[in-house]
């Protein structure tokens, strides 16, 4: 059984461009979480997706968006990057038909370095 | 709103001793605790959970936790520490599984021979 995936692993770009980063839920979960990882820093929330529909959302600028696909995937999207937009980027999947026995499960990551 | 504050950045504890990570939690609602450990260049893996019941929680790897409503904590221990514990542990808190999980700082756990 496969966990989260995430891809790509590394990713450079420079400011002002955009970047699109993937997650594929653990088998059976439908709801995908993003979360922003800075260097020395606690995961901070950016959003939730669940029925392909943003549940949820952190403070994070509108540069940041999402999209949930009916496979329960989901892409997070970064317009005209930051140099502090730097971090490592993961996602986490969970259940919302299992709650009571479920909890979330995070991917490997993705490290964004903005140039 | 709802915080987590872990004391200590920097945690180093010799090896077979006895592992002690400080938690404590602001929450306006019965919270869900979590603690979850980061290796170098990885995700994060969860260590344990306190939902509801025993206020004591057994995870993976030999770590535990107290959940104490009193004292809003939930310190994570172990009896005796390995070389393979070094790594990132995060203490984090969630009103309930499928909200948005808030994050402590992290407490970085050295190891010493």
């Known amino acids: 059984d496969a966990g989260v995936t995430q891809s790509p692993t590394h990713l450079i770009k420079t400011r002002g461009q955009q970047v699109t980063l993937r997650c594929s839920p653990k088998s059976g979960h439908d709801t995908v979480s993003w979360y922003q990882q800075a260097l020395g820093q606690g995961p901070q929330f950016i959003f939730q997706?669940?029925?392909?529909?943003?549940?949820q959302r952190g403070n994070f600028p509108d540069r940041f968006s999402g999209h949930q696909f009916p496979n329960y995937s989901s892409e997070l999207n970064v317009n005209a990057l930051l140099l502090g937009d730097s971090a490592l980027y993961l996602c986490?999947?969970?259940?919302?038909?299992?709650?009571?026995?479920?909890?979330?499960?995070f991917g490997p990551g993705t490290r964004l370095t903005v140039l | 709103a709802q915080s987590v504050t872990q004391l200590g950045s920097h945690v180093s504890v010799s090896e077979g001793a006895l592992v002690l990570l400080r938690c404590n939690y602001s929450?306006?609602?019965?919270?869900?605790l979590f603690w979850y450990v980061q290796y170098p260049n990885q995700g994060l893996q969860l260590l344990l959970k306190y939902t509801t019941g025993a206020t004591l929680v057994k995870g993976i790897n030999g770590f535990e936790a107290e959940f104490k409503k009193s004292e809003t904590s939930f310190h994570l221990t172990k009896p005796s520490a390995h070389m393979s514990d070094a790594a990132e542990y995060f203490c984090a808190v969630s009103p309930n599984r499928d909200d948005k999980i808030i994050f402590g700082k992290g407490t970085r756990l050295h190891i010493l021979p």
């Open positions: 986490a999947s969970s259940s919302v038909a299992g709650r009571g026995t479920d909890t979330q499960y």
């Open positions: 929450s306006s609602v019965p919270p869900y």
């Open positions: 997706y669940y029925e392909e529909e943003e549940r």
